[in-house]
């Protein structure tokens, strides 16, 4: 027995977009009707005769797609980092990279993030190739060596519009490769004493030998391959107290220190806060969060982070010399305790200083006229010294303004911005008396 299905089929069939040839085909076949007129489709498709037909045909090649990167999320940040408005400085990908796992939560391999840069010609030309020296590697035992040197003169723009000018003393061990990094205000022997005896004071000893370079507050003349060189006399006694040997570089040959020199551009890592920072204080806070990270990382000389093999390196340090000989060759700072107004005393006039440190003591240091304010040992503001009787930052008085004022009114900045024109102009007619 045959079975008849009767099948109405709708012979109307709109074409909107190539996708929809497929389905054209098969219905032109069901009804046994000819091919379609093609130049006329690919006319009011918009697109070549042929690519028509090979639609409705079915000869082409899929098209697949291009599958994302996670890091494309972060290429408007990366644009803005790089580009030439941005104060922030990179010196190499891997600071770039470490900046964006810090600041952005960045979740990827160095090596994919090194592809993404390299493969982008804008980003890849922001970083170019440096000419490295050929030296032969040399390695020390435990507690033999440490390596000394400065990075100078670093200018950072503050996020205040202020500019400063910092120096980062830089004590390596040689075997371990743990890094002792410190922020200074200036490179003469009395900050070269006291950022080595807080150094020595971190390590918990001393090493035996300290390589240097030919610094002047280390060297009154140049050790070169023709002369042994003078160790300036104050420097050789500093050496004798602590028990540490001199070992000057050849100059000219800065390879000699690679333990120190090669970590010197993670040092640089601090650039990529140029114009961020608010004070000292917070440039100190991130220059010892670049060296906590620098230490905990696997070191390729080792294979091993610096902190794990310095555990073992600090057993075969010298010990330190007693207190009094540490003391004597620490910065000369006067003691000063900050009241509630958020200031401290000195010479009878008043400073500021961030509020969090309100009832504090804090040591205060001179150098050229300005004041150099030190909390635990860290850096924490700088003031010129000048003849107004107070004298706030700008951040220091808006932060103990919104803490006295809390809740009280809602334009608290401008009523702070007032209040600090008032107390310059105290300021002026207390100095018309004088």
Request: net charge positive; charged share 30%.
């Amino acid at each position: 027995m045959r079975m008849i299905f009767k099948i109405n089929i709708n012979t109307e069939f709109e074409v909107n977009k190539l996708k929809d040839l497929k389905k054209l085909r098969k219905l032109m076949e069901v009804n046994k009707l000819d091919k379609p007129n093609f130049s006329k489709l690919a006319r009011e498709l918009g697109f070549d005769r042929r690519t028509v037909k090979n639609h409705y045909e079915g000869n082409f090649k899929k098209q697949l797609k291009k599958k994302g990167s996670m890091i494309d999320d972060y290429h408007g940040i990366v644009s803005s980092l790089l580009s030439t408005e941005s104060l922030q400085i990179f010196y190499y990908k891997s600071h770039l990279y470490r900046y964006l796992q810090r600041e952005h939560k960045l979740k990827c391999s160095r090596s994919n993030f090194n592809h993404y840069i390299l493969k982008n010609k804008e980003f890849a030309e922001y970083f170019k190739p440096q000419k490295t020296s050929n030296s032969v590697k040399t390695e020390t035992v435990f507690g033999k060596q440490a390596q000394f040197d400065w990075k100078e003169k670093l200018k950072i723009t503050l996020s205040t519009g202020e500019t400063v000018v910092i120096n980062v003393g830089s004590l390596v061990l040689s075997a371990s490769r743990f890094k002792v990094w410190n922020i200074h205000v200036s490179l003469d022997q009395t900050n070269l004493f006291d950022f080595l005896v807080n150094a020595f004071e971190t390590l918990g000893g001393v090493p035996k030998e300290i390589l240097i370079d030919n610094a002047s507050t280390m060297m009154d003349k140049a050790r070169t391959e023709y002369s042994k060189g003078k160790v300036n006399s104050r420097f050789q006694q500093f050496a004798n107290d602590f028990g540490f040997t001199i070992s000057p570089c050849i100059r000219s040959r800065p390879q000699t220190k690679a333990k120190v020199e090669n970590p010197m551009r993670i040092i640089d890592e601090i650039m990529n806060y140029n114009g961020k920072m608010k004070d000292l204080s917070e440039l100190c806070g991130k220059m010892k969060q670049i060296t906590d990270e620098a230490n905990s990382r696997i070191c390729q000389a080792t294979g091993l982070p610096p902190a794990l093999v310095f555990k073992r390196e600090k057993e075969h340090l010298l010990p330190l010399p007693n207190e009094k000989i540490c003391s004597l060759y620490k910065s000369i700072f006067t003691k000063a305790t900050v009241d509630i107004n958020s200031l401290f005393k000195y010479e009878q006039k008043s400073y500021s200083v961030p509020s969090s440190l309100i009832g504090k003591n804090i040591d205060i240091q001179v150098i050229d006229k300005k004041l150099y304010v030190y909390y635990n040992k860290s850096l924490v503001t700088s003031h010129d010294i000048i003849e107004k009787r107070i004298n706030y930052n700008k951040d220091h008085h808006l932060e103990i303004f919104e803490e006295t004022f809390r809740n009280k009114t809602d334009d608290i900045s401008d009523y702070a911005d007032q209040h600090l024109r008032e107390l310059e102009r105290f300021n002026e007619q207390l100095s018309e008396l004088t």
